[in-house]
């Protein structure tokens, strides 16, 4: 079935280095790729998404890139912050329907 | 405020009694839907409603019931709760136009003892 795999589990990295998040779905009709930031104990919010008629998108230290012949997608991260700090979830849509969620990752940044 | 509430927030119930779960949305958004969220598994759908009267099935709905007699309400039922329901529940709602961002509740987390 659809499915959206996800890495890495956790990462760790320096404040003002760069994170990367890397995910991949299987169904090649999928056609919206959010992201979504979930801090600890509060709900998702979506941060940046993509469509796949763009290869990518940036707002600011985020960007996103779509490779659709590969069927993945990945978050960039610049200059991280501690307040970056959170666990980000992928996820993969046909129309905006069933979000299919990756695993998620752990982004801890040292100050 | 717009905005997706979810009530309540917090339960703790013992295997087998009833229980409702209740979202409401202020948006006048047509699709709604519930996610489970458990450790290393992400969020799964439950039930997703494209609008009032319309609901389906998503990935885990065994266990699960909703109803959508109201735009703005979308409540999750467990008519029978088992201790594999213990989880993390989000509702979330989306207007069916050209955004497809979908707004999440607060959350509820829900221990069946």
């Known amino acids: 079935g659809e499915n959206v795999e996800q890495h890495p589990s956790t990462l760790s990295v320096q404040e003002g280095d760069s994170a990367v998040i890397k995910c991949t779905y299987s169904d090649s009709a999928s056609n919206y790729f959010p992201w979504y930031k979930q801090e600890l104990g509060k709900r998702p919010q979506l941060i940046i998404d993509i469509r796949s008629n763009v290869g990518e998108k940036k707002d600011q230290r985020i960007a996103v890139t779509l490779n659709k012949t590969a069927k993945h997608f990945s978050l960039h991260i610049t200059e991280t912050q501690p307040e970056d700090s959170a666990v980000y979830f992928c996820a993969a849509s046909k129309w905006g329907g069933k979000l299919i969620f990756g695993q998620g990752t752990e982004l801890s940044v040292k100050p | 405020e717009a905005q997706v509430t979810q009530n309540p927030r917090y339960l703790i119930t013992v295997t087998g009694k009833k229980l409702t779960v209740t979202c409401s949305q202020n948006?006048?958004?047509?699709?709604m839907s519930w996610y489970r969220q458990d450790p290393g598994l992400g969020l799964r759908q439950i039930y997703y409603?494209?609008?009032?009267?319309?609901?389906d099935k998503g990935d885990v709905p065994e266990g699960y019931k909703v109803s959508r007699k109201e735009k703005r309400n979308f409540p999750l039922i467990l008519e029978s709760p088992s201790p594999n329901q213990t989880s993390l529940y989000f509702c979330?709602?989306?207007?069916?136009?050209?955004?497809?961002?979908?707004?999440f509740g607060p959350g509820t987390r829900l221990t069946v003892t």
């Open positions: 948006m006048n958004h047509e699709y």
């Open positions: 979330a709602s989306r207007d069916t136009g050209g955004s497809y961002e979908q707004y």
């Open positions: 409603s494209m609008n009032v009267e319309v609901t």
